[in-house]
Structures are given as C-alpha cells and as structure tokens.
C-alpha cells in the first residue's frame, strides 16, 4: 500500500495519534512527522507543559500505553534498544511489560469456541475466567487437562491481527515521512527499524512459532534436568490459541521468598547467566525477554522459564561479529574496536571514522584491565551504548537483544548475589569465539566456502579485505595446510567453470589480498617476517591451486 493511500485509508487512526502525542506533550513528533496538520488549534495554550517535559520519558510510555497493543510492543521493543534510547527511556518504557488491560472473559472464551471448537469446560478440566496475566498481543488463563495436569491458555487479543496490521502500515509511513523531513531520524533509518519492527511483531502474533521456540529450548536444555521449559500441548494450539504446561516457583525477584524457601541465592545467580550463556554462545538461539516475570525458582533450585515470544538467534556472520568485539575490549584496542563497531553497526556510511575512533579511545582509557572478569559490564556497556548514540550508530537487531539480554540476566543475578560478576561467567565464551576466529582452520574453511562463487564474493571484497586486514593486523594469520587438506577447496572452486581459469582466478586472488595487506600495515621487522613467510604460504596455496586444476584438466576431457 502506498504512502497516499495509506493516508486516506486510516485518517481516524492518524488523527488518534496526534491527538494523544499531543495530550502527552509529545506533539513536537507529530510536528517533525507532519500529525499536527490533522488537528485544529495546533498553537500551545496558556498553561499548557512548557517544552521541557516533552522530553518525559513517562508521557512517552503513558502515550504508548494509550494508544494500544501495537504502540506497547513497540515500547516493549524500543526497552531492548539501549542503542538508540537514553537510559532513562529505556528505563520507563521496560515498565511496559504488563500494562495492557485485560479482554473480557467471554471475549476469550468466544476465541477458544471458535479455534478449539468446543467450550473451554468441555475441552479442560477446569477453565479459570479471571487472567493471570494480560500482555500486549494475548492474554493468559490458568486451566487444567482432563487428566489433571496444571496448564495456561495463552489467547490472542480479539481484533489484534487487523489493529497491528494498520499500526504497522501506519508506522512504517511515518517512518519514511520521518526519513525525509528528519536528520535524527534520517540517522538511524527510521524507516529500516519500521520494517524491522514489523517483522517482530507479525512473528509474535503467530502462537505457533512460540511453541515451536519452546520446543526448540526444550531440546536444547533435555539434558540439564535443573532448567525447565513448558510442554506445549498442541492438540489445545493454534495461531491463536497456545496451551502450554504451567509452571510454578518463587519469582526471581523476589529475594525474600528465595530466601524463606532456603534458595542458594548465589548458586541461581551464577546459573542464571551459565544458561543465558549457554542459549547464545553454544545454541546460538536465546531468550530476549527475561524480566523477572519470565523466570520462576523451585525450593531446590530449580529454574524454570516462560515467554518464547521473543527470541534471538545468533548467525555465523555475527558470531563474527561479536568475536572482534571481544577481542577489540580485551586488547583495549581502540583502532580495532573503531573497525569492528563499523562492521557490524547499520548507518556506519555516514559515521565520522576519526571522531568515532577518539570516543572508543577515551572510552577504552577507563576500562584498561586485564580481563573481562575484572570489567563492570553494564557500566562498560552503557558507555559504549551511548558513544553509539552518539555516532548515530545502531546495531543489528540480533545483536542489541543479545546484549540487552545479557543486561537482564546480570540485573537479576547482582540483585541475587551483590558480588556477581557477568564477565567472570562471560570470560571463557569470549576467549573461546576469539581462538575460533583466529583458527588457521576456520580461515582455511571459509575460503573453501567462499570459493563455491567467486562473483558473488567479488561483490563483498570490499568488506573481505577489510576484515582480513583487520585480523592480520590484531592477531596474525596462522597456516596449517597440508597438500590433502586443499583437495575439497579445489573441487569446489571448480565448480565456477574452466578448471584452469578457476585456478587462475583463485590464484590472483589470494596474492591479491597478500598485496593489499601487506601495503595497508607497517609492522615491526619481526612481524613483517612472520607475516612475509605466511603471504609466501598462501602464495604456494595459490599455486597449487592452479597447478591441481590444470592437471585435472588434462585428466578429464
């Protein structure tokens, strides 16, 4: 739907929003975004908020909480975007995690009529009218199987698909006007978060890819009987309707009934992050929304968790990414950190590299110890947090949640234990992706990988190079090759076409890196030797690639 018609097709929706911007002295947005028009007497009246307390993160979250079930996911969303929001907005709007008012009883029972087609006492043992919990996009029921068995029905909203699917296209119109009328906005991509938005939101109206989320975590934790995660229950499931198994335990928070239950507070501290660690480091898919409501305690320690709305995964690509990061916080090297913020960081095109590279410098200056387990990680991570606002810079989607994750978690566990560290926890995961990044085998893998197409790789050199200079610059290149090893690498670059030219080609391109790297550092004479005999290595490696693929020519007509 275009912008135009969008604007016609939801006139009421867009004067809503003005309407409650301005109630909440937030009416400078919808000037900057163009709301204001719709309104008449646009001018300030007498004794109306002066324009300090459009800043108020409070009117902003009672705004949102006004404005609906799309606008609370959105705060919800932006709670985990400590990269884009002051702390003091972060703050206010993670109080959104509950603020929706409850649906009628005999609403929800009318969605359960027509999903599972039977009354909810003819499909349960029992069906408790009155909420548990009452969320953005659904709403949760304690309930009981016919066999006994202790269950919560998540039911969705009624009218939540068709009111999200006009905020969002509303919200994404926004966000282009925003984009073309705003620097700030322009800055960030307003638009792109718009989208990303979307995405999340669509994802977390599905309640069966929550289930599968849980069954994913169930398996992932099978053989760690101290974790536990729901059962789901999928002959009382659908998209709009999610049964699961109910889970029972002192809330995380709750120190004093932790206590009374003879809880080892320390040991769920430092289990809490052991699990969190293990979801992103080793599973690579993590829970994004662990507040304390997320989380229940058994009296023998046992942690059980709910929610799999929100996740996230961590990909190879970032899995990268995060490994420079850690080795750049490690090494205080302001020069690689400069580098790897860059790369992974969206909006990078227009950062001013020398500006960006003196604020890590001052940064890093604070932060000069010997180990991560020495570091106070949230203060480290807010600085870094609002350098990047500062820069104009945001992370990746995935990347923010993990580290609002990680926030959480080490939230909850100081609250826990006051001498928990998270970088004691975090320290051998990060030692770990660094001696993978810089394995002479893992290097040796992705140029396999990279030579299935070479033209699709000629599009990324820019990238490639960079990366390769940065890591032979920080830490070397380390060869172990023998003759064998390369004879997979062969076969797939064949795959191009002519054999000799794929030789070739690879050949040229491998010195072609050894050239530029050689040119881009100025190392001491000892490093130059070093790095001179790998260059030679790789060289070799280029040639016996040409070599094997003439060979094998001759071989085969």
Known sequence: MTAGRADTTHTARYREIAAVLRRHSLGFLGGLIGLDRLLPFRRRAAGA???????????????????????????????????????????ELVKLQDAAPPVPAEQIRDVIRRELGGEPEELFGSFDNDPLASASIGQAHAATLKDGTPVVVKVRRPGAVAQVQEDVEILQNLAMRANRTWDLARDYDAAGLADEFAKTIRAELDYLQEGRNAERFAENFVDEPDVLIPRVFWEFTTSRVLTLERMYGANVGDSAALDAAGVDRKHIARRGAEIVLKMTFEDRFFHADLHPGNLFIHDDGTIALIDFGMVGAIEEELRGHLSNLFIALVRGDHDLLTSALI?????????????????????????????????????????????????????????????????????????????????EALEPYAQRLARERMSALVFARRLARASVDMGELALDMPGVLRRVID???????????????????????????????AGMISAAFISGIGNVVSRERKWRSWEGAMVGTGLGIISAMGAYLAWTARRRGRRRP
Do not use: C
């Open 49 to 91: 908020p002066a324009a300090e307390t459009h800043e108020s993160p409070m009117h902003l979250r009672l705004a949102l909480e006004e404005l609906g079930p799309t606008f609370i996911k959105l705060g919800q969303v932006l709670s985990t975007r400590p990269d884009l929001l002051p702390p003091a907005y972060v703050d």
């Open 343 to 423: 790369g992974v960081s969206l909006g990078a095109a227009s950062v001013d590299r020398d500006v960006l590279r003196e604020d890590l410098r001052v940064f890093l200056s604070h932060y000069r110890l010997r180990s991560l387990r020495e570091t106070p990680f949230a203060r480290m991570m807010g600085d870094l947090f609002g350098i990047l606002r500062d820069n104009r810079l945001r992370l990746p989607r995935e990347m923010a949640l993990l580290f609002k994750a990680l926030l959480q978690i080490e939230g909850l566990a100081v609250k826990l234990d006051p001498e928990f560290r998270l970088g």
């Open 471 to 501: 890591q032979v610059d920080t830490s070397g290149v380390q060869l172990h090759l023998r003759a064998a090893e390369l004879d997979p690498i062969v076969g797939r670059v064949e795959r191009i076409g002519n054999r000799l030219v």
